[in-house]
Nanobody, 126 residues
Framework: QVQLVESGGGLVQAGGSLRLSCAAS????????MGWFRQAPGKEREFVAA????????YYVGSVKGRFTISRDNVKNTVYLQMNSLKVEDTAVYYC???????????????????WGQGTQVTVSS
């Protein structure tokens, strides 16, 4: 079993930055792809970014490309999401997930992720 715990969320003004962390425990996630999803009130869960097990491949939804950066540290069993130039529409609960995928489109499907964190709230004010 893998337990995932997100941290780093909070309230920030538009144009600001936040760095989310997802710490894994219980079992190493070095063989898993890692992803970040988000869910805004009244909306479906949306894929944000993912990184392959090696860190060699990264994937982003178009709306965050160039603003967000996903990375991982397999020694620390942690994945990060650096979010810059935040917009009001980035407001959501952000979830970390671990799973197996083979590029697009599987990387964006929640069904390809086996383990999920509890989420961390990100609120961007205007």
């Amino acid at each position: 079993q893998v337990q995932l715990v997100e941290s780093g969320g909070g309230l920030v003004q538009a144009g600001g930055s936040l760095r989310l962390s997802c710490a894994a425990s219980g079992r190493t996630v070095s063989s898993y792809g890692m992803g970040w999803f988000r869910q805004a009130p009244g909306k479906e869960r949306e894929f944000v970014a993912a990184v392959s097990w090696s860190g060699g491949n990264t994937y982003y939804v178009g709306s965050v490309k160039g603003r967000f950066t996903i990375s991982r540290d397999n020694v620390k069993n942690t994945v990060y999401l650096q979010m810059n130039s935040l917009k009001v529409e980035d407001t959501a609960v952000y979830y970390c997930a671990a799973g197996h995928f083979m590029g697009w489109p599987t990387v964006s499907r929640p069904s390809n992720y086996n383990y999920w964190g509890q989420g961390t709230q990100v609120t961007v004010s205007s």
